[in-house]
């Protein structure tokens, strides 16, 4: 009988932990990409991938399990896509990237060549801002769909999308066109809470409407990385200019700021989002996020 009651008592008190544990949120795929996503037959091109709190990750195709950051060379027969999968006891996060394989005529070896074309990160919560990143070669013209429309040929820009959307580039000369796409999941967050990133953003700043306004940013350029602003709302601002000062006495990890100014177009509350990225490494950045308040 004792035994019994220490065993309900042990069951009991699993079932308490496991009520008031801390809810571990699922993983999240920061970037999956191909370079070059677009290839000729026989040649090969690199999976590069980075993901952060998965118990396991894995990619199709007989790649099977992966370490969470690294690179794997590939050389698909016919266009493939690649799915990754990240999981941990919360939940899956899938995200996938395209590799299109042409077989070109001779006449035809000069079309584009999409080096990449990713989303940094691939999975967002509803209202999250992701950041698209490309770079091509050889197009004489370059566009993204869902609205996006003609873009320059290397570039970034913020999306915030609504459930799961696919985007595509086609990139566009006089021997022919190609095209790459990327998708980005938005993922069910454990609570109602919008992300974290929203709430409470890394700088929250009052500006007067139709008046200037700067955000000064510490910066190193000499070690290959620089701001980029991903995302804004043109219509409630518009970026006039953007340029580097140096300090007059180096701060500690910067030897200058990267000033962007800004005026306030319409009352209302406008999210900026800035990348410090290499470009060697277009999807390794850290991001700040700005909250702008624009009144009377």
């Not at 691939?122 to 197009?139: C, E, F, R, Y």
């Not at 306004?213 to 709302?233: M, R, V």
């Amino acid at each position: 009988m004792r035994t019994v009651c220490v065993s309900i008592t042990l069951l009991l008190l699993l079932v308490v932990f496991a009520c008031v544990a801390p809810q571990v949120p699922s993983p999240t795929v920061n970037h999956f990409y191909a370079n070059p996503a677009h290839v000729s037959q026989g040649n090969s091109c690199t999976l590069n991938w980075r993901v952060t709190g998965a118990d396991t990750v894995t990619i199709d195709h007989g790649l099977g399990t992966i370490p969470a950051t690294g690179s794997r060379t590939v050389s698909p027969d016919e266009s493939t896509v690649y799915e990754l999968t990240a999981s941990n006891r919360s939940g899956v996060t899938i995200a996938d990237t395209s590799v299109t394989v042409s077989v070109l005529p001779h006449s035809a070896v000069d079309v584009p060549v999409i080096n990449h074309f990713e989303s940094t990160p691939n999975s967002v919560m509803p209202g999250g801002i992701a950041t698209l990143v490309w770079d091509v070669t050889g197009a004489t013209s370059v566009s993204i769909d869902q609205g996006i429309g003609e873009v320059p040929a290397s570039d970034r820009k913020g999306v915030i999308p609504i459930g799961t959307m696919k985007y595509t580039l086609t990139a566009v000369n006089a021997s022919g066109e190609v095209s790459a796409s990327t998708s980005v999941v938005t993922m069910e967050p454990a609570t109602s809470q919008p992300p974290a990133e929203l709430t409470s953003p890394h700088i929250q700043e009052q500006v007067i409407l139709n008046q200037p306004f700067t955000i000064n940013l510490d910066s190193s350029p000499a070690t290959g990385f620089q701001w980029e602003l991903d995302y804004y709302e043109p219509d409630l601002v518009s970026l006039e200019s953007s340029e580097y000062k140096p300090y007059s006495v180096p701060q500690a990890g910067a030897t200058g700021s990267q000033q962007f100014a800004f005026k306030a177009l319409k009352v209302g509350d406008a999210t900026l989002k800035f990348s410090y990225t290499h470009a060697g490494e277009p999807l390794n950045s850290t991001s700040k996020y700005y909250k702008v308040y624009i009144v009377p």
